[in-house]
T-cell receptor
Framework: GAVVSQHPSRVICKSGTSVKIECRSLDFQATTMFWYRQFPKKSLMLMATSNEGSKATYEQGVEKDKFLINHASLTLSTLTVTSAHPEDSSFYIC????????????FGPGTRLTVL | QKEVEQDPGPLSVPEGAIVSLNCTYS??????FMWYRQYSRKGPELLMYTYSSGNKEDGRFTAQVDKSSKYISLFIRDSQPSDSATYLC???????????FGAGTQVVVTP
């Protein structure tokens, strides 16, 4: 199956710093990538939809200036958590939609962010 | 009202039993339905997807969609301890690929 990677897998940072998370589709082209946030024992909450070459579309209640998304190519999207605070600590997961197959979406392994 | 409802469990079954998982959804326009498996601290893995009503089988897994009652099910036959995970149902809500997930059901298969 298609592979999506995320880097880093785990990051610990101090409050006030910015953290960048990369999402890559390794063996397919992704027209659309999605960013989710997941709290312990909770479901995935969609944060934003990222289309290659255009601005991301954010879900209601998600601060676009706080969570900067860049989809620079058909295989790479980045999420930058700016001026991170402890309440931003969470599991962040990206997914990528395979351009060829249309409906299928493949998830990355997730990035655990801990803000001290 | 949430668009997709799923009992979070946990659901504990003995090894070899059939695991039965269910979700309900609210929008009759939804056509694509997915089941994902998520192990602890990992990303979700697509198990099966179905289009419209009917059954789909893949090995020990069977997915069912009943559009008349807006009910989707996943059955796991001959369950194994390695099936212990959280199972999330999801529906495709727009042409861009946006998914709406259920809460996820934690399944524990005991040896």
């Amino acid at each position: 199956g298609a592979v999506v990677s995320q880097h880093p897998s785990r990051v610990i940072c101090k409050s006030g710093t910015s953290v960048k998370i990369e999402c890559r589709s390794l063996d397919f082209q992704a027209t659309t990538m999605f960013w989710y946030r997941q709290f312990p024992k909770k479901s995935l909450m969609l944060m934003a939809t990222s289309n290659e070459g255009s601005k991301a579309t954010y879900e209601q209640g998600v601060e676009k200036d706080k969570f900067l998304i860049n989809h620079a190519s058909l295989t790479l999207s980045t999420l930058t958590v700016t001026s991170a605070h402890p309440e931003d600590s969470s599991f962040y997961i990206c997914s990528a939609r395979d351009r060829a197959s249309g409906t299928e979406q493949f998830f990355g392994p997730g990035t655990r962010l801990t803000v001290l | 009202q949430k668009e997709v409802e799923q009992d979070p469990g946990p659901l504990s079954v003995p090894e070899g039993a059939i695991v039965s998982l269910n979700c309900t959804y609210s929008n009759s326009a939804f056509q694509y339905f997915m089941w994902y498996r998520q192990y602890s601290r990992k990303g979700p893995e697509l198990l099966m997807y179905t289009y419209s009503s009917g059954n789909k089988e893949d090995g020990r897994f069977t997915a069912q969609v009943d559009k008349s009652s807006k009910y989707i099910s996943l059955f796991i036959r001959d369950s194994q301890p390695s099936d212990s995970a959280t199972y999330l149902c999801a529906t495709l809500t727009d042409s861009w690929g946006k998914l709406q997930f259920g809460a996820g059901t934690q399944v524990v298969v005991t040896p």
